[in-house]
Each structure stands twice: as C-alpha cells, then as structure tokens.
C-alpha cells in the first residue's frame, strides 16, 4: 500500500508562483511513476503532468513552458513548480503515484489563483 500527500498549495495572485509537493510512504517510490492532475470547480479532473521511473516527463499543453514537474527519489517525493499562473489555474491538484496498472490517489491541495 501507498500513501500519497500532498501539500504546498494556497492562495496567489495572477502571475505568480506555487510549488506543490507530493510524498509517497513505502520503499518503492523509485518504481512509482508519479503524477499531478486537477480539477476545477464544476469540471472534470484533467491531467496536469506525469514524470515517469526514468526521468521523462509529459505535460498537458496548456501547462507547458508554466509547470514543471520533477521528483527526488532520495525524499521521496514529487514536485510541481508552477509559474506565471492564472485564475483558470484555480482548482484542487491531485498527485497520483502510480505502479503498473494501481493508482493511488492523495487527497488533494486546494490552490487559488485570484485576478
């Protein structure tokens, strides 16, 4: 079993900057393919980014050249470093580690991006 957490989100203006963090419990963190999605208010959950085992990274266009996903087997967590947002960045971010076909899910990090 994996336990997912994530955290780092809140409340900032247009234009600026969040890091979201993402732990995974357990000794496999380094075979978990890791990602973040996000859904807005009254929309479905919508992908943000995946890094995979070895390094590679996708990202939904919308976010690309803003977002960056990465990950740090050492602590065993994932990040999301997200710039130059938007109000239609508003939404709760969901990290997911994923190992073969199993996802497991955190809670989710409320993050708010005001015009």
């Known amino acids: 079993q994996v336990q997912v957490v994530e955290s780092g989100g809140g409340l900032v203006q247009a234009g600026g900057s969040l890091r979201l963090s993402c732990t995974a419990s357990?000794?496999?963190?380094?075979?978990?393919?890791m990602g973040w999605y996000r859904q807005a208010p009254g929309k479905q959950r919508e992908l943000v980014a995946v890094i995979t085992v070895g390094g590679i990274r996708n990202y939904s266009d919308s976010m690309k050249g803003r977002f960056t996903i990465s990950r740090d087997n050492a602590k065993k967590t994932a990040y999301l470093q997200m710039n130059l947002l938007k109000p239609e960045d508003t939404g709760v971010y969901y990290c997911?580690?994923?190992?073969?076909?199993?996802?497991?899910w955190g809670q989710g990090t409320q993050v708010t991006v005001s015009s």
């Open positions: 357990g000794s496999i963190f380094g075979l978990l393919t």
């Open positions: 997911v580690a994923r190992k073969g076909t199993v996802d497991y």
